[in-house]
């Protein structure tokens, strides 16, 4: 079983920084995709971005980009969300979520859907004030 731990959210005035780091434990490989999805209060969950451990790809969604920087530590098992330049509208309960390590997948958009992953964190807050 996997655990995903997220921490790093808190209060932040509009065009701060914030970075989120979620560590993983319960597993010895490191062939597995890792992603950041927000949900806000009312909304759907979106996805925010993503990275798989062993190819470096990146994603990002459109309204995050140039502005959020994921990252990850194999060693340590953790994957970081940097955020700058934050608006009030990134205010949401941010997840960190990992596939349960299946090959790298090239298809357009397809580390952004949810149910391309297995485990899942408590979430933390992220509020961002005007």
């Known amino acids: 079983q996997v655990q995903l731990v997220e921490s790093g959210g808190g209060l932040v005035q509009a065009g701060g920084s914030l970075r989120l780091s979620c560590a993983a434990s319960?597993?010895?490989?490191?062939?597995?995709?890792m992603g950041w999805f927000r949900q806000a209060p009312g909304k759907e969950r979106e996805f925010v971005a993503a990275?798989?451990?062993?190819?470096?790809?990146?994603y990002y969604a459109d309204s995050v980009k140039g502005r959020f920087t994921i990252s990850r530590d194999n060693a340590k098992k953790t994957v970081y969300l940097q955020m700058n330049s934050l608006k009030p509208e990134d205010t949401a309960v941010y997840y960190c979520a990992a596939d349960q390590g299946r090959p790298y997948n090239s298809g357009s958009n397809y580390y952004a859907k949810t149910e391309v992953y297995d485990y899942w964190g408590q979430g933390t807050q992220v509020t961002v004030s005007s």
């Open positions: 319960g597993r010895s490989s490191s062939n597995y995709a």
């Open positions: 990275i798989h451990w062993n190819f470096i790809s990146t």
